[in-house]
Structures are given as C-alpha cells and as structure tokens.
C-alpha cells in the first residue's frame, strides 16, 4: 500500500503562484508513476502532470505546459507541483496520484487540495 497526503492548497489571484505538495509513504517502491489530477466542480476528473519514478520522464497537459512544473524531493518521497501564471481555469482540487508497477491505471489518491484562483 502506498498512502499519500497533500497540503499547499489555497487562494491566489490570477498571474499568481503556489506550489502543493504531496508526501508519500507506505510502499513507495511499488510505485512507478506519480502524478498530478485535478477536478474542478462539475468536471471529469483529469492528469495534469505525471512523472516516472525511475528515469523522471514528465509529461504535462496542453493546458498547463510551460506554467507548472512537477518534480521530486525527499529522496522522491515528496512530490511537488508548482503552478504559476495561473488562471481562474485552474480552480479545482487537485490530487496527488500513483500508479503501482504493472497496472494500467493510478490506484492510489490523496483527499486533495482545494486550489482556487479569482480573477
């Protein structure tokens, strides 16, 4: 099992920045990918931004690329997003995700965090 808890969320304005985190514990070495979700009220759920544990691949939605960042610190045991220039498109809660090796799909989540952004 591999639990995972976010913290970082809150409030910012358009152009602003925040970062949210996620500390990861449990089985960590079963995990091949992490990654970012989110879900904004009365949306599908959708990857924001993932990264392979072992060679650090990333990949990025269209809608974020060039102004989030994800990453790893801890000895991997925490990942991070970094958001700037955000918009109020952005406003969702957003959740840490993980992917056990062999399986097709993330399997395990975070409660999430609530990011709003107001014009």
């Known amino acids: 099992q591999v639990q995972l808890a976010e913290s970082g969320g809150g409030s910012v304005q358009a152009g602003g920045s925040l970062q949210i985190s996620c500390v990861i514990s449990?089985?960590?070495?079963?995990?091949?990918?992490m990654g970012w979700y989110r879900q904004a009220p009365g949306e599908e759920r959708e990857l924001v931004s993932s990264?392979?544990?072992?060679?650090?691949?990333?990949r990025y939605a269209d809608s974020v690329k060039g102004r989030f960042t994800i990453s790893q610190a801890n000895a991997k045991k925490t990942l991070l997003l970094q958001m700037n220039s955000l918009k109020t498109e952005d406003t969702a809660v957003y959740y840490c995700?993980?992917?056990?090796?062999?399986?097709?799909?993330?399997?395990?989540w975070g409660q999430g965090t609530q990011v709003t952004v107001s014009s």
């Open positions: 995700a993980a992917r056990r090796c062999g399986l097709v799909d993330f399997n395990y």
């Open positions: 990264i392979k544990m072992d060679d650090g691949t990333t």
């Open positions: 449990g089985e960590t070495w079963t995990a091949c990918d």
